[in-house]
């Protein structure tokens, strides 16, 4: 007895899917909820440079840039990233392109822990890390402070605003600004 067209279709079908690969999900695998991934806190997390690149004062290369890092140069990352950028503290602070950092081994760069104001208002310092705290000063613009370690203790508002913990002029918190900008810079 010969095959029927619809029996030799079948057979086809089931050796162009042994051949190629292709995979039919199993019963019962629900596909309409999106896979979600264990996501930490980067900050503090060392990487390592996979060519010569730019470091920009703001998450965009229209930016200015504030360095250059050398092939394999080791960064400390200083936020999670967005938009393809992410935040480093050290060995200078600014904003890298990610699809240029690889894992590093070892222990990320330590640096100075001095910076300096570029929010031309001046920054107030704070008691807490938050908007609605108790003022303890201020700082001017293109004045120094002194961060208490380096990389710099930071810690994210609920508004998404960066705080970063400072130990001069006087002990408290200063806002670095939201994603994408900064109101620190590295110290002459």
Do not use: H
């Not at 990610?98 to 001095?114: A, E, I, R």
């Not at 107030?124 to 208490?148: F, N, W």
């Not at 203790?153 to 994603?179: E, L, M």
């Amino acid at each position: 007895m010969r095959p029927t067209y619809s029996q030799l279709s079948a057979g086809v079908v089931a050796v162009a899917i042994a051949a190629t690969g292709i995979g039919i999900p199993a019963f019962g695998a629900d596909l309409s909820q999106p896979v979600k991934l264990a996501q930490g806190s980067l900050i503090g997390q060392c990487r390592a440079v996979n060519k010569k690149v730019s470091v920009y004062k703001q998450a965009s290369t229209t930016g200015a840039i504030v360095s250059t890092l050398n092939a394999e140069n080791k960064v400390t990352l200083a936020d999670n990233g967005s938009n393809g950028f992410i935040g480093i503290s050290s060995p200078v602070s600014g904003y890298v392109q990610v699809v240029n950092l690889k894992p590093c081994s070892g222990n990320p760069p330590t640096g100075s822990t001095c910076r300096r104001v570029i929010q031309r208002e001046g920054l107030v310092i704070r008691k807490e890390a938050s908007p609605d705290s108790a003022s303890v000063g201020g700082v001017a613009y293109l004045e120094r402070v002194d961060l208490t370690t380096t990389p710099a203790t930071s810690k994210k508002g609920p508004d998404g605003r960066n705080w970063v913990q400072i130990a001069k002029p006087a002990a408290g918190w200063v806002s670095n600004g939201f994603p994408g900008s900064s109101n620190l810079g590295l110290c002459p």
